[in-house]
Nanobody, 126 residues
Framework: QVQLVESGGGSVQAGGSLRLSCAAF????????MAWFRQAPGKPREGVAT????????QYVDSVKGRFTISKDNAKNTLYLQMNGLKPEETAEYYC???????????????????WGQGTQVTVSS
């Protein structure tokens, strides 16, 4: 079992920055893949970035490339998402997710993740 606890959300103006954190507690073998998702009201949950243990391989959805950075501190078992140049359309609830897939591929599909945090709200004003 894994418990994920997010923090760091808040309100910023367009162009601003926030850093989200996701602390993982429990079975570290279940956090080989960790990811950030977001969901705006009335929209489906969207994968934003993924992080894979071992080789620290990262992936980003095209819309955030060059502005967001995902990283992990393994000593603290904490995942981060540094978000720069935030846009109003990125207002959403942001979720941390984790799992260890048999394939070793960290997916952007929410159905591939078993463990989820409670979410943290990010609001970007214009």
């Amino acid at each position: 079992q894994v418990q994920l606890v997010e923090s760091g959300g808040g309100s910023v103006q367009a162009g601003g920055s926030l850093r989200l954190s996701c602390a993982a507690f429990g079975d570290s073998y279940s956090t080989y893949c960790m990811a950030w998702f977001r969901q705006a009201p009335g929209k489906p949950r969207e994968g934003v970035a993924t992080f894979r243990d071992g080789d620290d391989y990262t992936q980003y959805v095209d819309s955030v490339k060059g502005r967001f950075t995902i990283s992990k501190d393994n000593a603290k078992n904490t995942l981060y998402l540094q978000m720069n140049g935030l846009k109003p359309e990125e207002t959403a609830e942001y979720y941390c997710a984790a799992d260890t897939p048999r394939s070793g591929y960290c997916s952007f599909r929410s159905i591939e993740y078993k463990y989820w945090g409670q979410g943290t709200q990010v609001t970007v004003s214009s």
